[in-house]
């Protein structure tokens, strides 16, 4: 079905433009060849704003399901990691990540016996090549491989120690091809030295994205992995991430990446990660350019009735608030987050239009426009870009930006509020042209 999404405020990468919207054969059409197409199924479009589709690079999973160890069965206690309970989950969490504008996803895994993962991973690649994927809701472009190449102990937040693996090229092949191929990130603490930066070389020579969480290494080997391929920091400033006031190996992690142009630094936007006076003052530091929001959101996002559980071995509980989840033997030690991308949309977009003393700078706010360009930058254009999503490959368009010729992926959403108080709430979501919200 072809449409035309009337008198809608396009948020694209120069700009806000009130126009009409063109979606024909799945990309995004100039109003010429919309001419050419035939009957357009009209949207009334007026007072919403036209956001290119979110891409969630880290999520763990929602709605009870976790891309690990499966369905939650709250009666039980228990995680059910059945080839059903995977196969009836995954239809319903991709419907869920569109109602909140998702368009383009990775599930992560958790730290787990490589028999646990294998089998995950079968289920999850078998998904990424049905032909389910992209009609029930977003498209699962695969897998990031987030846990299980953690190193130091110290550094495992969330994660379980017991399982952390080797960073073997052979163990990854393993990993991959019980994939079938669809792993897309992968997390390589820099500290493994030598053999970490084989691997790191070898995904990186294979299109593949790496990147470095759960890590406490000297910046002088961050910035030397970054040769190697190494692209971007997991959920920068938690990890937890190294960071040294001292001058010995350059620093740590957090100034490597503070320093350098070219690490990209994912941020869990939830404002309990990262307060949100850091969150600010990062983007002055690094520039909007090399941030990705992300969730890292887990499987009691959007599910009720989840109060405690234990997740790889780790025992959890949902903060009283319900606003985040930490572990059960320490509360600042988070537990991924409850967070969507439609809502990390809202706070960015809510902490930029506001002003705001950081911990080093002031922030002005930024006008209403501007602000929603450079969130949408955030959300979107980097993560489909760190993934080549935002090339043309396999006869597909690109995606991430709404310009003529680009996939027809779009969130279109309403604006309520007064600038630092705004409510974001999606109305359709469509997925390489096709309504899936």
């Known amino acids: 079905?072809?449409?035309?999404?009337?008198?809608?405020?396009?948020?694209?990468?120069?700009?806000?433009?009130?126009?009409?919207?063109?979606?024909?054969?799945?990309?995004?059409?100039?109003?010429?060849?919309?001419?050419?197409?035939?009957?357009?199924?009209?949207?009334?479009?007026?007072?919403?704003?036209?956001?290119?589709?979110?891409?969630?690079?880290?999520?763990?999973?929602?709605?009870?399901?976790?891309?690990?160890?499966?369905?939650?069965?709250?009666?039980?206690?228990?995680?059910?990691?059945?080839?059903?309970?995977?196969?009836?989950?995954?239809?319903?969490?991709m419907r869920h990540l569109a109602r909140r504008g998702v368009t383009r996803a990775l599930l992560a895994t958790l730290a787990a016996p490589i028999d646990r993962l294998e089998h995950a991973l079968g289920l999850l690649g078998e998904y990424v090549e049905s032909e389910r994927n992209g009609r029930d809701g977003a498209i699962l472009e695969g897998v990031f491989i987030e846990g299980s190449f953690i190193k130091n102990p110290a550094c495992a937040g969330a994660q379980n120690p017991a399982n952390f693996l080797p960073p073997r090229i052979g163990l990854f092949r393993r990993l991959q091809r019980a994939a079938r191929g669809h792993i897309r990130y992968v997390n390589v603490p820099p500290e493994h030295g030598p053999a970490g930066e084989r691997l790191m070389r070898y995904l990186s020579s294979r299109g593949i994205l790496v990147g470095m969480g759960h890590t406490s290494c000297?910046?002088?080997?961050?910035?030397?992995?970054?040769?190697?391929?190494?692209?971007?920091?997991?959920?920068?400033?938690n990890g937890p991430t190294g960071s040294s006031f001292?001058?010995?190996?350059?620093?740590?992690?957090?100034?490597?990446?503070?320093?350098?142009?070219?690490?990209?630094?994912?941020?869990?936007?939830?404002?309990?990660?990262?307060?949100?006076?850091?969150?600010?003052?990062?983007?002055?530091?690094?520039?909007?350019?090399?941030?990705?929001?992300?969730?890292?959101?887990?499987?009691?996002?959007?599910?009720?009735?989840?109060?405690?559980?234990?997740?790889?071995?780790?025992?959890?509980?949902?903060?009283?608030?319900?606003?985040?989840?930490?572990?059960?033997?320490?509360?600042?030690?988070?537990?991924?987050?409850?967070?969507?991308?439609?809502?990390?949309?809202?706070?960015?977009?809510?902490?930029?239009?506001?002003?705001?003393?950081?911990?080093?700078y002031r922030h002005a706010a930024l006008p209403l426009d501007r602000a929603l360009v450079l969130v949408a930058k955030c959300c979107a254009t980097q993560?489909?870009?760190?993934?080549?999503?935002?090339?043309?490959?396999?006869?597909?368009?690109?995606?991430?930006?709404?310009?003529?010729?680009?996939a027809a992926d779009v969130a279109l959403v309403r604006l309520t509020g007064r600038p630092g108080g705004y409510k974001v709430r999606v109305v359709h979501t469509f997925v390489n042209g096709r309504k899936v919200f």
């Open 246 to 360: 001292k001058p010995f190996g350059g620093g740590n992690v957090v100034q490597a990446v503070l320093k350098s142009r070219k690490l990209y630094a994912e941020i869990i936007c939830d404002g309990w990660h990262s307060a949100p006076a850091y969150v600010m003052d990062i983007f002055r530091r690094k520039g909007a350019d090399r941030i990705v929001a992300v969730t890292d959101s887990v499987f009691a996002a959007g599910a009720t009735g989840i109060e405690e559980f234990t997740l790889g071995g780790i025992r959890g509980r949902l903060h009283e608030s319900g606003e985040y989840i930490h572990t059960a033997h320490d509360q600042v030690t988070l537990f991924g987050s409850v967070l969507d991308m439609a809502r990390a949309f809202e706070n960015l977009l809510n902490w930029h239009t506001k002003d705001m003393r950081g911990i080093w």
């Open 218 to 237: 000297p910046a002088e080997q961050v910035l030397k992995c970054q040769q190697l391929g190494l692209r971007i920091c997991v959920h920068f400033l």
């Open 383 to 406: 993560p489909a870009r760190l993934l080549g999503l935002h090339r043309r490959r396999d006869g597909l368009a690109g995606t991430g930006v709404l310009l003529p010729g680009r």
């Open 1 to 93: 079905m072809n449409y035309l999404l009337k008198d809608v405020q396009v948020v694209a990468p120069r700009g806000i433009q009130r126009q009409d919207l063109y979606i024909v054969e799945g990309i995004i059409a100039s109003p010429s060849r919309a001419e050419k197409a035939g009957r357009l199924t009209v949207v009334n479009g007026r007072g919403l704003y036209a956001l290119p589709g979110f891409v969630d690079i880290h999520t763990h999973g929602g709605l009870g399901f976790d891309a690990t160890e499966g369905v939650f069965e709250a009666e039980h206690h228990r995680f059910n990691a059945s080839a059903r309970a995977f196969r009836e989950a995954l239809p319903r969490l």
